[in-house]
């Protein structure tokens, strides 16, 4: 609700002679057109105090709007630095002779549409790998569209059996914090966690396949040799499809590498460190 306007002290002064005379309170109001509270607070201020002036307020007082050119500063600081936190804005703004509360900073951000967010997460890349993440985008421009149609893209996932190592939020009242169902539940070491394997393709999924120990080199070759072909079929590829793995060191392995080569599956070359450019990891999010 919108602050109202202070009453003028010749109004007010008004409203102590009417009670004098010996109106009541809701004649007053009808006279003035004054709420009916605000002339019972008038009087009772002038009775405690003998006076209708403003009193001094209590807490901090309130402060100054900020300048445009310290607005400018703020903004021209952060677009240099976004990392920069607002109790060092305060310290950089109080040596240009601008003083301002940490809180007033925040406000004026948000007024300019600049929010605090926590910031994504992303492979730190070699000058090396940004070149050939590059080189790997030029050279599928030109591809045709019923190559990707032909591609197996496989991956897999560290699942942990007892809940998200993410953050999480409840909704609750005071002091219903350890109530049941305001509780998440933990374990020990995490309760284990479980390994993942899965493959799709733009037709729709292929298998998963569940692997409850640690998945070495061994162990992968074995699930492509009793999964890949079947979700091939299942698929409907056509000849000369390409299965799409990363550089993982199970996949790389030079075991890893004389099985594909005999078993004559076809790899597509994949630069290093690009998790993000494999679409699978959209499925692995909603499993």
């Known amino acids: 609700m919108p602050r109202r306007k202070e009453l003028s002290e010749d109004l007010r002064s008004r409203i102590v002679d009417l009670h004098e005379a010996g109106m009541g309170y809701k004649s007053i109001s009808k006279s003035l057109d004054v709420h009916v509270s605000t002339i ?160 799709f393709a733009a037709s729709g999924p292929g298998r998963v396949v569940v692997s409850d120990g640690k998945m070495n080199s061994r162990v992968y070759q074995d699930i492509l040799q009793e999964n890949v072909r079947p979700s091939v079929c299942q698929l409907k590829h056509r000849r000369g499809w390409v299965m799409q793995q990363d550089n993982d060191r199970k996949h790389t392995s030079n075991s890893t590498k004389e099985w594909l080569q005999q078993s004559k599956i076809r790899l597509m070359e994949w630069p290093s460190q690009s998790p993000d450019l494999n679409s699978i990891a959209m499925l692995w999010h909603d499993l």
């Open 40 to 199: 019972r607070w008038t009087v009772y201020k002038w009775r405690k105090f003998s006076t209708v002036a403003t009193l001094p307020r209590r807490g901090h007082p309130v402060k100054m709007t900020m300048t445009a050119r310290a607005q400018r500063r703020m903004l021209n600081e952060v677009k240099k630095n976004p990392r920069v936190s607002a109790k060092d804005l305060q310290k950089s703004l109080a040596h240009a002779n601008i003083f301002v509360d940490t809180s007033a900073i925040r406000k004026t951000f948000n007024k300019n549409g600049v929010n605090g967010r926590t910031p994504r997460r992303k492979p730190l890349l070699s000058k090396k790998n940004i070149a050939a993440r590059l080189k790997f985008a030029k050279e599928q421009l030109d591809v045709p569209q019923h190559y990707w149609q032909n591609i197996l893209w496989t991956d897999e996932t560290k699942i942990e059996l007892f809940g998200k190592n993410t953050q999480h939020y409840v909704w609750r009242k005071k002091g219903t914090a350890h109530q049941h169902q305001n509780l998440i539940p933990t374990v020990k070491h995490g309760g284990g966690s479980i390994m993942v394997w899965g493959c």
